[in-house]
């Protein structure tokens, strides 16, 4: 039971290079989200997913895409990345009325 | 709106000394809320939720809807207790989704 697993770890993107987040969860949960963890900031919600074919937007969803075809996967695009998208992306999980969100360990993105 | 003020980015204590990290928040009907903690180099995990009543590590917060605020408190902390702390509640109504505070950073001196 690997919980929340985030791919890649790190990445390094130009300006206006594109790039896929991936999040994949093997709890069975219903509802998946994406943060963004700047410093200072704390965590703020891009986008989330309250089950397979359903995506709404967060806080911040600007300049991001999600799409979640199965329970397992919600993956992240940055169509055009610019230098404000450099942060640390979280990806979390929880069964639908569960209150306790299962956390990734994150992605570090750097643009440059 | 719904908010959470966290109006301590770094909280410094020595160790057995008493700690509270706060929190207070803006939300229209009954919220349940949370403390989440991230160590060093480790995933966020909750450590605690107002609705079990529960002591975790030493922990305790309670709800006082009439200050708005849910702080966290430790009689006596310790090194390992050295993390950033996150107070959070449902975004939307949705309990799949969190807003956060900007979070404090404790650091706990020997």
């Known amino acids: 039971n690997a919980g929340v697993t985030q791919t890649p770890k790190f990445q390094v993107l130009k300006t206006g290079q594109s790039m896929t987040l991936q999040c994949a969860q093997d709890m069975n949960h219903e509802y998946m989200s994406w943060y963004r963890q700047d410093p200072g900031m704390g965590l703020r919600l891009i986008h989330y997913?309250?089950?397979?074919?359903?995506?709404d937007q967060g806080e911040v969803p600007n300049g991001y895409n999600v799409s979640r075809s199965t329970t397992e996967d919600f993956p992240l695009r940055l169509l055009s990345a610019a230098p404000s998208q450099t942060s640390v992306y979280f990806c979390?999980?929880?069964?639908?009325?569960?209150?306790?969100?299962?956390f990734g360990q994150g992605t570090r993105l750097t643009v440059v | 709106a719904q908010r959470v003020t966290q109006p301590e980015k770094l909280l410094s204590v020595f160790k057995g000394a008493p700690v509270e990290l706060k929190c207070n928040y803006s939300?229209?009907?009954?919220?349940?809320l949370f403390w989440y903690v991230q160590y060093s180099r480790q995933r966020l995990q909750l450590l605690l939720r107002h609705i079990s009543r529960e002591s975790i590590k030493g922990f305790t917060a309670d709800l006082n809807k009439g200050e708005t605020s849910f702080h966290l408190k430790k009689p006596f902390a310790q090194e390992e207790d050295s993390a950033m702390y996150y107070c959070?509640?449902?975004?939307?109504?949705?309990?799949?989704?969190?807003?956060f505070g900007k979070g404090t950073k404790l650091s706990v001196k020997p």
């Open positions: 979390a999980s929880n069964h639908r009325g569960g209150t306790e969100a299962f």
């Open positions: 959070a509640l449902p975004y939307g109504g949705s309990q799949g989704n969190l807003i």
């Open positions: 939300y229209s009907g009954s919220p349940e």
């Open positions: 997913s309250v089950g397979a074919g359903i995506t």
